[in-house]
């Protein structure tokens, strides 16, 4: 996919997170509700590849625990940066997990998460990455930040040398 790419549009992001959940609306009988809101501006910049979905694995993974579990998916430019947002109304974290999920030498769980924050930090700088907030019973919020620059392929890049 993308030729080796590391970076492709948010566009693509978005779809691949959205192709993901089609999939599992259908095999789950339309059990799982998602609402989209995403900023237009944003669509067209870059961001690392596969980042989105694997949070959008979790939540269903993780999280539910009822009938139906309910997503928001949100992509909107925030100063000079993008942030995707990923809500679900599912079981919730303890703090101290949260912790243990985003400590770099980790405890055997959040492989995932600590590897999209990584590849976030590494392509952007240390002020990027994942951010968590979770209330138990009530859910779990997800941030992921960095720096919007519009999407050019490396196709286009070596072209301009």
């Not at 080796?4 to 059990?31: C, F, H, T, W």
């Not at 979790?58 to 909107?76: F, G, K, P």
């Not at 919020?141 to 620059?149: A, G």
Request: net charge negative; with cysteine; proline share 4%.
């Amino acid at each position: 996919m993308h030729r080796g790419e590391m970076l492709i549009p948010v566009e693509q992001e978005l779809q691949i997170a959205k192709s993901y959940l089609d999939i599992q609306r259908i095999k789950n009988a339309d059990r799982i509700h998602v609402a989209y809101a995403i900023a237009p501006e944003v669509l067209e910049s870059e961001g690392v590849k596969f980042i989105l979905q694997p949070f959008v694995e979790n939540a269903l993974e993780h999280a539910w625990y009822d009938d139906d579990i309910s997503l928001i998916i949100r992509a909107y430019r925030e100063e000079e940066d993008v942030v995707f947002e990923v809500e679900d109304n599912g079981l919730g974290m303890k703090e101290e997990l949260i912790g243990q999920i985003l400590e770099p030498a980790g405890q055997g769980i959040g492989y995932g998460i600590r590897n999209v924050d990584q590849r976030i930090k590494l392509q952007y700088g240390r002020p990027y990455g994942v951010a968590i907030h979770s209330s138990l019973g009530e859910g779990t919020l997800i941030w992921l930040r960095f720096s919007c620059r519009p999407y050019r392929s490396l196709m286009e890049e070596a072209q301009q040398l």
